[in-house]
């Protein structure tokens, strides 16, 4: 039986997870719990909800997104750029992006993430419980399951371009790239991120969403397309 | 404790905060609450709202609901009534198999209480969440209007159909199904819904090797576990050799399979079948089953199987039930009896020894000279993939004792199958089984095989005990029937002129592990293409192969969606070779009304075929009226020079059931308050055969719906059928249903002219529901006319009863034209038109059809462009969830998709019908490929054509 441990604080859920340090934290559940999920039947679930907020707003020139703000949020803020509205309507599908948090999207660390190329390419940072401000660019490197996300923040003077490439509209992608005032982001399928410099050098590899060469091809087509839009 | 409001009442459940809450509202009694994919978020079954917002329900913990909202479909009654949103989508012809109906409902009532004025774009967003396979999305277009027009004006203002035959009140007119009101409320009509307390579970242990001999099995542990009831395995399953095919007897395929085998032939094939108390307890006992494996070489490609020397998927003993070739001891010398046995029914060219399970080979004219004679020869080979028919409701089956028969709940497209297949099984008789076909949550085909009733009833008849079984989604793709891949290779040659002078095609078939449909999927490759085209020399060689892929078997549209991709892309690559319009060499090839068809000759199930003229046909209406719908001809510009645009068509056939080998049976009650009860023994599936049914006595009979109730699919009340496949519904089990009503009328009439004293012939039937005399005027009702024929001194209930078994086809023909869209440096493909034309011949329901018809061109949209079932080296399914399998969702419907009946009425259909939906799956394939072509001159001569397949075809990678 999965073990339920509520934070009433972003500190709480800080200190439940020192303390279970194979807990995991609950947003939307919808990586979590999908397909049995990688919280099995014996997990320990810290739930978010009372933790953090879901409130989207402007301040200093940026967009800060509560980390439990849904998808659905995103695209039905008015203050939202257009170009993370198109990255937050990748998601697969509409109850879907009522369901999955923005915080859930970045810290799935998924090759496939669906906010992650346009938030690098616009030089999003994050705020992290007892951290405070972090570049998300290194949060993506660093790759740690144990920094809570409490709101992510957007520059709003960003232009941003996006292109997913996948078979279809809720399979996974092959490829979803970003361009911006940060530069190229793409996050390829088997490889994970590539920048502009690495897309030649990048390896790459077949999988169920292309072949290596086909893979290296967009993502370099990708960029081109991009800049071209940019321009 | 959590406590909520369900449906707007305060609700406690005691039972674990962390339960997945779906299971839970089920229990709770919503159970419009279902599941398609394992908590996938996938589907959409499992949509609840929550707090005012959409959530699976499936990836949500009870605890998340304390002190919240949770709405279902259930939310939606009113006293028992359907809204009004439930209504316009039966209204529309929406609700066919239905199984996520309702939440379908409860997104649209939730979006319009947000948003009076949604727009189609507003509802194309909200339906995302739902994956529908059967009826395509387009008509939620049509029943978003309906519903805000009741709104708005009191009444529906958009016709919801064309309407066919005036002289009808019934036939050809939109009607709502009379199954719709419980699919869209979510009752309990799908076999999960009749499981009761108590039951108890089957689960499968399942091969890990794609192929190996069993070498040795302990099943002691397992069976000593607390609350298993029993183990089987191959050691003590019956001894009965069988196929999982649901066909008229004797089935056209090989009998080559035991309920478990020594030898597993694929990954996912039967090891141990648990039966528990609960799935804890199966699962655990699982695990407890100690195997050991011969693991042996697996083959997965038709190249693969027939290579020389290539490992043997079967090799045991082959018998024949008659027709037995000379030198079959010869033949068997070196069999392995650790193989089992191969018995045909009779002779399919079969060769086990070298994986071939079936073989034909047939033709007319001289194609050789006909070659050498042409002014331009094509030959290319074309490449079809496994795809999966994915109902929403997996394959699923609860069976019990009753009174010492064996009675099994099932979502079946075969009812009469089943109960002679699990009696064979189980070695009684068919009296001693009753199965009662409830609503199927989506067939496609792969609910025509009996895949898990042998197993589900079989345990039950060995412990007595009630079982469920129900596959995951996971099985569903690496245990279950799919479409058989193939590799055709077509030569076609022509004149200047346009004339197509020779046309061969070689048919190369993957059946995987056994053999079901193994000669009649392929041979449908040829059987209904070749018939298409009116030209004397046409030959095919067809041969199947066994290999270790998951298996295959029926999926609507049977073989001819491959033969079409492969003969239609063929055509167009011809016409280009000779400089001339594809359009025109199809108009100038494609038969007519009148022509003899004497290909048909060699083109029987496994027996030779009859040759009979081209009957009603509607192509070339459909060609000319489709070509003139997508502007044929004219070349569109794309406003972005990165994309290009194409157009190609297909034209099309297929067949309406099996003319000579199928039989349908009903029978028309008339009860003593003049109302009718129909029991047809055929299975709707989803599609409105039960309407159409109901129409018909409505029609004969001039009644109104409400006193016409259709009973079906129960073996023990209806008379036999062969069930719901090879598009037979309309055509056999239509034309039975009304031979039954004839027969109930004629009846009636003696019986009226008996209590009139009135000769038969001065009577007639007359709205609604008298016996009328033409000369004086009197009228007798049926109430009474039934009342007196029942009482105690009367000359016996009426009942008609009808059958149908036919030598004559009802072929329904048609055109498919796309337009697409192609990114010359992504290879990205948009189907921006879609347009289906069909000859149905009289749409009995014409708003139901054409979602048929929608619904079908979709799925081959899926095969076409998306769908693949991908096995690692080891044969092991890659893609066994619906987001890698990649099924086509809205965002993937045709900007521009547009049905259309051709009418035209037939000789043999029942009213001048024929069937709809399997011809609508034969188009989009090779339109869409000769589309690409027109586009941007890539050429992919395989599914799924994806971007990368275009880009490779245009030299980029
Ligand atoms: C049909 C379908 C297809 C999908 N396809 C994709 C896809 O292509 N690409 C993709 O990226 N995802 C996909 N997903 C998965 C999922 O929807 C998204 O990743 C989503 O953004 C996860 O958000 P969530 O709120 O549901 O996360 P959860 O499942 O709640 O959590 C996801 C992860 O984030 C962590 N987490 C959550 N909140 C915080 C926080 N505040 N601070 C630190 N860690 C946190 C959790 O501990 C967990 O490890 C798909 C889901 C479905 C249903
Ligand atoms: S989890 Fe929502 S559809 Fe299955």
Redesign the pocket.
């Known amino acids: 039986m999965r073990e339920i441990l509520r934070a009433a604080s972003a500190a709480e859920a800080v200190r439940l997870k020192k303390e279970n340090p194979g807990a995991f934290w609950l947003a939307g559940g919808t990586e979590l719990l999908r397909l049995g999920g990688t919280a099995g039947p014996e997990a320990i679930l810290i739930d978010l909800s009372a933790a953090l907020d879901r409130t989207i707003r402007v301040e200093d020139g940026c967009l800060s997104i509560g980390a439990l703000a849904s998808f659905e949020d995103v695209v039905a803020s008015a203050s939202t750029p257009a170009w993370l509205k198109e990255a937050a309507m990748y998601m697969a599908n509409f109850?879907t992006r009522c369901q999955a948090r923005v915080a859930g999207d970045v810290c799935s660390f998924r090759d496939d993430a669906y906010l992650v190329p346009g938030l690098l390419a616009a030089g999003a940072s994050l705020l992290i419980e007892g951290e405070g401000k972090v570049d998300l660019l290194d949060f993506i490197h660093a790759r740690r399951a144990d920094r809570l996300v409490t709101s992510i923040l957007v520059p709003l003077d960003a232009v941003v371009r996006v292109k997913r490439i996948a078979r279809s509209s809720s399979t996974h992608s092959a490829l979803n790239a970003a361009y911006g005032p940060c530069g190229y982001y793409a996050l390829v399928n088997g490889t994970g991120l590539v920048t502009a410099d690495e897309v030649a050098s990048a390896s790459y590899v077949d999988d169920l969403t292309g072949s290596a060469a086909y893979k290296r091809y967009i993502a370099s087509e990708c960029l081109s397309i991009l800049k071209e839009v940019a321009r | 404790m959590t406590e909520f409001i369900l449906n707007g009442k305060k609700t406690s459940c005691a039972m674990p905060e962390d339960s997945v809450l779906r299971p839970v509202l089920y229990s709770l009694g919503c159970t419009s609450v279902r599941?398609?994919?394992d908590?996938?978020?996938?589907?959409?079954?499992?949509?609840v709202i929550i707090d005012d917002e959409p959530r699976?329900s499936?990836?949500t913990l009870l605890y998340m609901v304390e002190g919240r909202t949770v709405r279902t479909a259930e939310s939606l009654l009113t006293r028992g009534r359907i809204n009004d949103v439930q209504e316009a989508m039966i209204r529309a012809g929406v609700v066919q198999s239905a199984y996520n109906s309702p939440t379908v409902a409860l997104l649209i009532t939730w979006l319009l209480e947000k948003k009076p004025d949604a727009s189609w774009d507003d509802l194309k967003d909200v339906l995302s969440s739902v994956f529908i396979r059967d009826a395509g999305y387009e008509h939620f277009r049509l029943a978003l209007a309906l519903v805000k027009e009741k709104r708005a004006f009191g009444e529906y203002r958009t016709p919801v159909s064309p309407t066919f035959r005036d002289n009808l009140d019934y036939i050809g007119k939109p009607m709502d199904k009379v199954d719709g009101r419980a699919l869209v409320a979510g009752e309990k009509v799908f076999t999960e819904d009749k499981v009761e307390p108590g039951a108890y579970v089957l689960a499968v242990l399942r091969s890990p090797y794609a192929m190996a001999y069993i070498t040795s099995m302990d099943t002691s542990r397992a069976e000593a576990l607390d609350g298993v009831e029993a183990v089987i395995t191959h050691l003590n399953c019956p001894d009965v050799y069988y196929m999982q095919a649901g066909q008229g007897n004797p089935e056209p395929s090989p009998y080559d399979r035991r309920l478990f085998n020594g030898k597993v032939r694929h990954v996912g094939d039967r090891v141990a079948a648990v039966v528990a108390r609960d799935w804890e307890t199966a699962h655990k006992a699982m695990g407890l089953i100690e195997v050991t494996y011969e693991p042996l070489d697996p083959i997965f490609t038709v190249e693969e199987a027939m290579a020389p020397g290539a490992p043997l998927v079967h090799n045991g003993k082959v018998s024949y039930v008659s027709g037995a070739p000379a030198g079959l001891d010869e033949y068997n010398k070196d069999a392995d009896p650790r193989d089992g046995e191969v018995i045909y029914q009779f002779p399919l060219h079969g060769d086990i020894r070298h994986n071939v399970a079936a073989g034909a080979h047939g033709g007319i004219g001289d194609i050789e000279k006909a070659f050498a004679e042409a002014d331009a020869v094509v030959e290319e080979t074309y490449q079809t993939s496994q795809v999966q028919c994915t109902p929403l409701e997996p394959h699923v089956c609860y069976s019990k004792m009753e009174n010492g028969r064996l009675v099994l709940h099932c979502s079946t497209q075969v009812p009469y199958h089943v109960r002679r297949i699990v009696a064979k099984v189980c070695g009684i008789n068919e009296n001693q089984v009753h199965v009662i076909k409830e609503r199927v949550g989506g067939g496609y085909g792969s609910k025509q095989d009996i895949l898990v009733e042998d197993l589900c009833g079989y345990a039950t008849w060995l412990t007595g005990l009630p079982i469920y079984y129900r596959n995951t989604r996971a099985e569903e793709f690496y245990a279950n029937s799919t479409r058989h891949p193939m590799r055709l290779t077509v030569k076609m040659s022509g004149k200047k002129d346009g004339t197509i002078t020779g046309i061969y095609m070689d048919v190369r078939a993957n059946t995987g592990p056994y053999g079901n449909h193994c000669l009649t999927v392929p041979m449908n490759a040829s059987s209904k293409t070749l018939p298409l085209f009116a030209v004397d020399n046409m030959y095919y060689d067809l041969n199947t192969y066994y290999t270790n892929i998951p298996p295959t078997g029926a999926y609507q549209g049977y073989g001819a969606p491959k033969g079409y991709f492969a003969i239609m892309s063929c055509m167009d690559e011809l016409a280009h070779k000779l400089g001339v319009d594809s359009l025109d060499m199809a108009l100038k090839n494609v038969v007519d009304e009148g022509y003899m068809l004497e290909i048909l000759r060699g083109l029987g199930e496994g027996r030779e075929g009859t040759v009979v003229p081209v009957g009603s046909c509607g192509v070339k209406e459909a060609l000319r009226k489709g070509a003139e719908m997508i502007k044929w001809g004219q070349r569109e510009a794309s406003p972005d020079p990165d994309w290009a645009i194409g157009k190609g068509f297909a034209m099309i056939q297929q067949g309406s059931g099996l003319p000579g080998l199928d039989q349908s049976n009903a029978q028309c009650k008339l009860l003593g308050d003049g109302t009718f009860i129909l029991l047809s023994g055929g299975a709707d599936i989803g599609t409105g055969l039960d309407t159409i049914s109901a129409k018909i006595v409505c029609e004969i009979m001039k009644v109104g719906p409400s006193l016409v109730t259709v009973v079906s699919g129960d073996t023990d009340s209806c008379l036999f059928d062969t069930g719901a496949y090879a598009s037979s519904g309309t055509y056999f089990s239509g034309n039975a249903s009304l031979n039954a009503v004839k027969d109930l009328k004629r009846r009636m009439i003696a019986e009226a002219a008996l209590q009139m004293d009135l000769p038969e012939d001065d009577l007639e039937l007359e709205a609604p529901g008298f016996v009328v005399s033409k000369s004086t005027g009197r009228r007798l009702s049926y109430a009474k006319l039934s009342h007196d024929a029942q009482a105690g001194d009367g000359r016996g209930a009426l009942v008609g009863t009808g059958s149908f078994a036919t030598a004559n086809s009802a072929i329904p023909y048609g055109a498919h034209f796309a337009q697409v869209a192609v990114n010359k440096r992504t290879g990205e493909i948009k189907v921006m038109k879609f347009y289906a034309l069909q000859d149905a011949g009289t749409p009995i329901n014409p708003e139901m059809a054409l979602c048929q018809m929608y619904g079908a061109a979709m799925k081959s949209i899926g095969h076409t462009l998306y769908e693949d079932m991908v096995l690692d080296k080891d044969g092991r399914c890659l893609t066994d969830n619906f987001t890698d399998y990649c099924v086509p969702m809205i965002g993937e419907a045709p900007e521009d998709f547009k049905a259309v009946l051709i009418d035209v009425n037939d000789a043999y259909g029942p009213f001048g019908a024929k069937s709809i939906s399997e011809i609508a799956t034969n188009g989009a394939a090779p339109a869409i490929a000769n589309a690409i072509y027109d586009a941007v001159g890539a050429r992919v001569r395989s599914w799924p054509i994806t971007p990368e397949k275009v880009l490779k075809a245009l030299g980029r990678i």
Request: net charge negative; hydrophobic share 20%.
């Open positions: 109850t | 599941d398609s994919d908590g996938e978020g996938f589907t959409g079954s499992d949509i699976h499936n990836l």
